[in-house]
């Protein structure tokens, strides 16, 4: 694909030299002349003055003269535009492998795409060109949205972490609800979500869970929140709309979190803690990361004496 095509379809402006041939999609430090890469910050110019790449996207304002140059205000997101043109990305064979074990009762749309090993359990519902790759579980009474995906190794609805103590033992606590997974969810590989004891476990749409992720029963997480990997979430928890939560984070029972707000990576939250929008927070138990930092910098000046 010529410069001059790629930028068009990016919907973009373009400086250099247009008929120039671009291949393939590379990250910057190992792009060649037939390769596109993006620089988002200028503090990567350096590296991309140095580098070979035959073609920049770079944001507005910001110029490398002599480059072959795409113009676009958001590089990563045109860089993900990009990929599917310039590269054969596999696409799901809608329809159920007949390796998948599916309840008759389940109701899964034809666009849907069922991968090998995969279970659906009785009376779940699974949306348009939802996708399940290979061995992914649904249990029962589990609703997926349309173009939602899951990866491999994910299990949704099993019973939550639910028991009572009767005389000198655990019981089990039963677990009668219901997941319900939003449109345009993806959910990385071997996470966990798990049916509500009572009522329903809920994720919005447009939310990123990364691998390894557990939500717990009774969760509710909003629309176009991002989780990374290895988070964990007690029963009870609410994420409202467009959090973002580093990864490795932990949260106690029926913890919030505001709309908009964002958690580091190795936070811990403590039970019913309300993390609010605005400063991020950081550390165990998470506090804002002003108070964070400052109390670190006081701890090694009294490391020192």
């Known amino acids: 694909m010529k410069i001059s095509e790629l930028a068009e379809a990016l919907q973009s402006h373009y400086t250099g030299n247009g008929d120039h041939d671009i ?8 792009a ?9 910050n200028p503090k990567f110019a350096q590296m991309a003055i140095q580098g070979k790449a035959g073609c920049l996207i770079i944001p507005p304002g910001f110029d490398i003269p002599g480059r072959n140059i795409i113009f676009h205000s958001n590089p990563r997101a045109a860089i993900a535009a990009a990929l599917p043109l310039l590269h ?3 696409k799901p064979t809608p329809g159920i492998h007949p390796s998948a074990v599916v309840d ?33 579980t649904l249990y029962r009474d589990v609703t997926l949205g349309a173009r939602s995906i899951l990866h491999s190794g994910c299990v949704i609805g099993a019973d939550g972490f639910g028991f009572v103590w009767r005389d000198d033992h655990y019981e089990n606590f039963p677990q009668v609800g ?17 049916r509500a004891a009572l009522g329903i476990t809920s994720i919005g749409d447009g939310t990123k869970l990364d691998n390894m992720v557990h939500i ?9 929140v991002v989780i990374a990997a290895q988070t964990g979430l007690a029963g009870g928890v609410v994420i409202e709309d467009r959090a973002i939560i580093g990864g490795q ?19 811990g939250i403590l039970t019913s803690k309300v993390v609010r929008a605005g400063e991020p927070v950081w550390g165990t138990p998470a506090r804002p990361l002003r108070q964070y930092l400052k109390q670190l910098a006081t701890l090694s000046r009294l490391a020192k004496k």
């Open 23 to 30: 291949t393939s999609v590379m990250p910057l430090e190992d």
């Open 32 to 40: 060649g002349p037939n390769d596109v890469a993006f620089v988002g």
């Open 88 to 90: 054969d990305l596999p």
């Open 104 to 136: 008759p009762t389940a109701q899964i749309d034809p666009t849907a795409a069922i991968g090998p090993f995969c279970t659906v359990g009785p009376r779940c519902h699974i949306g348009p060109r939802a996708v399940l790759h290979a061995r992914v």
């Open 178 to 194: 219901k997941v319900l997974i939003g449109d345009d969810v993806e959910i990385g590989a071997n996470s966990c979500v798990d």
């Open 216 to 224: 717990g029963h009774n969760c509710r997480i909003g629309r176009h």
């Open 249 to 267: 984070v932990g949260f106690g029972d029926k913890a919030r979190v505001e709309a908009g707000a964002i958690i580091g990576s190795g936070a």
